[in-house]
């Protein structure tokens, strides 16, 4: 019987899966777009960064929401919910680039942004039921942790591939293929999740309120520390590359199909570390994790701020040769652009180590502090836009203040910040 129910949930493991992928797919999609909207809309660093803003803020405004929405229609309609909106944000972004409409592409990935916060709510518990919990339910979340980092790889690659060299008529439309999967996808999940007969992941059920909740987990500094920690780690995450691909293309002068494939390094090296910190994670805590990467990370950020652009490296990047095949070979960038790269083994693994150290020792708090969590979110947006503006006035090299001080900022927090200081708050 439990071979059955195994085989039953095949396709919908295999759903949840792609959707785990999607969420990347779709939420990178708008920092590597920065460089088509600067050109079309002839628009500052900034400007171009909004759309990953608009993404990002979707988050604060549907992370609590969001949390309501699974206690009353569950998981599977919240779901359905979920890639419907998907869809619909998508089908705005492809409507801007038929209309030239700046503001219509920042709805739709305003909109986008809804989707992609109820998503992450839903994917994680789904695999975790689906796998029957346990060490298989573990598994299958690993696994659709990696198809995430893959669909991150992919994306500003194919972005990248599709525009080609940056001219005066580069749009929009020049990526509607990518849109086209996207839609794609997403109605193929909605049509099998429809169909598809699914088991609700446990919810533990509590007389008190959710504003209650709330408010008892902002007692505790560790949490408070840990929730703005991730706000700006997403904010690493997601600006290192993100304003890498923009600086490449608009100061160093290099094509996009190869700055696309220089930045999709960063979340192949996101991949590998994921890979590594699962395998070490039952031997290595949290804090040690957290602390060396960090510290790592600030180091390779202030070497890529004071080295000069003008020392160049090789890297192995896809290109095209004179007759417009694609192929491997060496590109030469910037020594800057190589350790931000880099970057992406210490951000692997960050996720995860944050969470840990942050909800430790909550008990009936911890399903109210993951619902800030997810608002905070939001950093992924605001962080990258905050450069965006510096770019405009001290240039690209200087703008990894940002990301160098929120690292900074983590180190602080896995050394000193992490240790709960309120354990005489019941959380029973």
């Known amino acids: 019987m439990t071979q059955q129910n195994k085989q039953n949930y095949l396709l919908p493991i295999i759903i ?3 959707l785990f992928g999607m969420i990347s797919f779709v939420t990178n999609l708008a920092a590597p777009m920065g460089k088509i909207l ?3 809309f002839d628009v500052s660093p900034a400007m171009g960064l909004l759309g990953n803003l608009a993404n990002f803020i979707a988050y604060a405004v549907m992370g609590i929401p969001g949390g309501i929405m699974l206690t009353r229609l569950g998981y599977k309609k919240t779901a359905l919910i979920a890639i419907a909106i998907g869809i619909i944000g998508v089908f705005i972004q492809y409507l801007s680039g038929g209309q030239e409409s700046f503001v219509i592409y920042l709805i739709g990935a305003f909109v986008a942004g809804f989707s992609m916060c109820l998503l992450n709510m839903v994917v994680n518990p789904m695999l975790n039921t689906l796998g ?3 060490n298989k339910g573990n598994q299958l979340i690993q696994i659709g942790g990696s198809f995430n980092s893959v669909m991150g790889t992919l994306t500003p690659m194919l972005v990248g591939v599709l525009v080609g060299e940056i001219t005066k008529s580069t749009s929009i439309t020049d990526v509607y293929p990518v849109l086209y999967i996207a839609m794609g ?3 193929f999940a909605f049509i099998v999740l429809s169909f598809s007969k699914l088991p609700e992941p446990h919810a533990e059920k509590t007389k008190e309120p959710l504003s209650t909740l709330m408010l008892g987990a902002l007692k505790f500094r560790h949490f408070v520390l840990g929730a703005f920690a991730i706000f700006v780690y997403v904010g690493i995450e997601v600006g290192t590359p993100g304003v890498l691909d923009l600086w490449l293309v608009k100061e160093i002068g290099i094509a996009p199909t190869i700055s696309g494939f220089v930045c999709g390094t960063y979340w192949f090296l996101m ?7 699962a395998s070490i994670g039952n031997k290595v805590s949290s804090k040690i994790m957290l602390t060396v990467t960090s510290a790592v990370g600030a180091i390779l950020v202030a070497l890529a701020m004071i080295l000069p652009v003008s020392t160049m490296v090789n890297v192995p990047v896809l290109q095209t040769d004179a007759v417009g095949a694609l192929g491997f070979g ?3 960038v910037p020594i800057n652009a190589l350790l931000l790269l880099l970057v992406g083994l210490c951000t692997s693994i960050m996720w995860g180590g944050i969470f840990n150290l942050a909800v430790e020792g909550l008990g009936k708090y911890l399903s109210a502090a993951s619902g800030i969590f997810m608002v905070l979110v939001c950093g992924g947006g605001i962080l990258p836009w905050i450069q965006g503006l ?3 006035a001290a240039g690209y090299q200087f703008s990894y203040i940002v990301i160098l001080i929120s690292l900074i900022y983590l180190l602080y927090y896995a050394l000193i910040g992490c240790k709960n200081v309120n354990k005489d708050i019941p959380v029973e």
């Open 390 to 392: 510096i770019v405009s």
């Open 330 to 332: 060496l590109a030469e």
């Open 271 to 277: 991949l590998i570390g994921r890979l590594v910190g």
């Open 38 to 40: 600067t050109t079309q």
């Open 185 to 187: 996808v997403f109605a």
């Open 16 to 18: 949840m899966v792609f």
């Open 132 to 134: 029957g919990g346990g």
